[in-house]
T-cell receptor, first 116, second 114 residues
């Protein structure tokens, strides 16, 4: 079974441009999460979808970031316009359900974003 | 989420057991202890989690102190593939329905010596 896949693996853009990152969760996983690690910092939560609904977007840094999950399948994270401080690795994760004993998140390999 | 404290780095010889400690003195009764690891150039990978009792799975064992203020991740025989950053994370059930924020700290960088 395929794991969480992310595209592109690496994107290099100039400041002010737009980038869209895509995440395909594991089939059947209702929960989808975005995390990121910016340079020298720790991995931070961005937001959480349950199917197509945003359950928690408290980690989104500002309104230049827009996440969507139309149809409750794949998700996109758009950064517009990109700034230098947005450079880092963006991770997507999915999980089957939230529960006391099945809290495992499956992470993708990440999309590295470099803003010049 | 309650904070955890881990050593910045540890070394182990290949084929030997590794004990990775984690302190979480402010843990609450509803906090689960989760461990994830991140291999170079990969996303985080779930290792194990527990509440009060020690836990075993195919990857590792988790030993939880009786007062739950500390725990230890045990890799029974370290291999070169186990070289990674290991994160000890508390996940509170009190975070609210629908929220599953994992709070990653700096973790412990484990080096395995051939």
């Amino acid at each position: 079974e395929a794991g969480v896949t992310q595209f592109p693996s690496h994107s290099v853009i100039e400041k002010g441009q737009t980038v869209t990152l895509r995440c395909d969760p594991i089939s059947g996983h209702d929960n989808l999460y975005w995390y990121r690690r910016v340079m020298g910092k720790e991995i931070k939560f961005l937001l959480h979808f349950v199917k197509e609904s945003k359950q928690d977007e408290s980690g989104m840094p500002n309104n230049r970031f827009l996440a969507e999950r139309t149809g409750g399948t794949y998700s996109t994270l758009k950064v517009q316009p990109a700034e230098l401080e947005d450079s880092g690795v963006y991770f997507c994760a999915s999980s089957l359900r939230q529960g006391l004993n099945t809290g495992e998140l499956f992470f993708g390999e990440g999309s590295r974003l470099t803003v010049l | 989420d309650a904070k955890t404290t881990q050593p910045n780095s540890m070394e182990s010889n290949e084929e030997e057991p590794v004990h990775l400690p984690c302190n979480h003195s402010t843990i609450s009764g509803t906090d689960y202890i989760h461990w994830y690891r991140q291999l170079p150039s990969q996303g985080p990978e779930y290792v194990i989690h527990g509440l009060t009792s020690n836990v075993n799975n195919r990857m590792a064992s988790l030993a939880i102190a009786e007062d739950r203020k500390s725990s230890t991740l045990i890799l029974h025989r370290a291999t070169l593939r186990d070289a990674a950053v290991y994160y000890c994370i508390l996940r509170s059930l009190a975070s609210g329905a629908g929220s599953y924020q994992l709070t990653f700290g700096k973790g412990t960088k484990l080096s395995v010596i051939p």
